[in-house]
């Protein structure tokens, strides 16, 4: 292994361990459960229904991009997955806090932040400048949420966000210029 790719492992876990342990407080536990929960399927699936049956045309339209954006990253999240099946962090080490057991085990990249971040990618196109701000904070801290309950590694999470990136501001213009 290269010096260089030794490097990269090693920080990858000591961030693991700083946002695992070193920012581990009874407090933050279940506000980290409740922030991960903005990157679940069940909130991936509810959002953009709510606004595509709402009675708002821009509400609608956003909702629609927003079937579009995740069916997209979920898709490539779902491929990458199965191709590189990197086992999740609280399986590998056993001083590793896993508040939570995911259903799958692999962890390259973090579908829960790719899906909040799609999703506040996509608000913030649409939406005033403060509230742009809020929600990619919140897509941000769906990622922080995931390393601080131990199931992704820092690398799965900043993948996983760049595939939202990618997949809301090159993949949906694109289709949304043949739908």
Known sequence: MSTIV???????VD???FFNQKLQKDFLDPV???????????FALSLPLILIFSNHETA?????????????????????????????PCAIFEDIRASLIPRDQNSFP?????????MSLILAQALPSGLST????LGVLVG??????????????????????????????????IF
């Open 134 to 137: 809020a929600f990619i904070v």
């Open 15 to 17: 961030l693991l361990y």
């Open 110 to 118: 973090s579908g829960h932040t790719c899906a909040a971040i799609t």
């Open 32 to 42: 980290m459960m409740l922030i991960t929960q903005l990157g679940s399927f069940g």
């Open 144 to 177: 922080v949420s995931r390393m601080y309950l131990g199931v992704h590694y820092p690398s799965d999470v900043l993948f996983g966000g760049c595939i939202a990136l990618v997949t809301t501001l090159k993949i949906v213009p694109f289709l949304l210029t």
């Open 6 to 12: 030794r490097f990269l492992k090693n920080r990858d």
């Open 60 to 88: 609608n339209n956003i909702g629609f991009n927003m079937v579009i954006g995740l069916f997209c990253s979920s898709l490539i999240v779902f491929i990458i997955k199965i191709v590189f099946q990197r086992p999740r």
